[in-house]
């Protein structure tokens, strides 16, 4: 059975991890996000679950406005081939979340280690980041830096990559914003 907020709190709690939560509607898409966040302090991100063509799965963190340009990320990250999205039932089963929820929180609920975590460069330059404690109605922060120290106490190693694509690069191939 996949962990709930409280229970991703309890354990941030037991790794000395400070955070606060606001509670807010279900939010599903950035643009949503912005109109409804109000005045949360910190970097605001988009969060993509992704698998490559050997089946290897990836949660790919960015800015909320980061342009990801999928058609070539997968040589940026090693993946074997490019990328397509991971179905909601493999999110379930890996992450515990539904779609619109999806988080690097999500690890919590992957006891085997199959998601790669990708952070992006840019996002970590932010001293605080949000996102979703495993249900979209609420929106959590965290230091940067406590964000290496979950991820790292769940067995998840995250790799820190330039994720986004260069400035004035061509729209082929980027997401500008979409599921969290």
Do not use: W
Not at 159 to 178: D, F, K, Y
């Amino acid at each position: 059975m996949p962990r709930s907020p409280d229970d991703l709190f309890a354990f941030l709690d037991r790794l000395g991890i400070a955070h606060t939560s606001v509670t807010h509607p279900p939010l599903f898409t950035v643009e949503q996000s912005r109109a409804l966040r109000g005045s949360i302090p910190g970097g605001h991100t988009k969060n993509l679950f992704v698998k490559d063509k050997k089946g290897k799965v990836f949660l790919l963190v960015a800015p909320e406005d980061a342009a990801i340009e999928l058609k070539s990320l997968h040589k940026v990250v090693g993946a074997s081939g490019r990328f397509s999205f991971g179905s909601a039932d493999l999110m379930r089963e890996l992450l515990g979340v539904e779609p619109g929820s999806v988080t690097p929180f999500g690890v919590i609920n992957d006891k085997e280690c199959r998601v790669n975590v990708v952070l992006d460069r840019a996002m970590m330059e932010n001293a605080i980041l949000n996102y979703h404690p495993l249900v979209n109605t609420m929106t959590t922060s965290i230091a940067s830096a406590d964000l290496i120290g979950f991820l790292q106490a769940t067995g998840h190693d995250p790799r820190i990559e330039a994720l986004s694509a260069p400035p004035g690069a061509g729209p082929e191939g980027q997401l500008q914003s979409g599921p969290r």
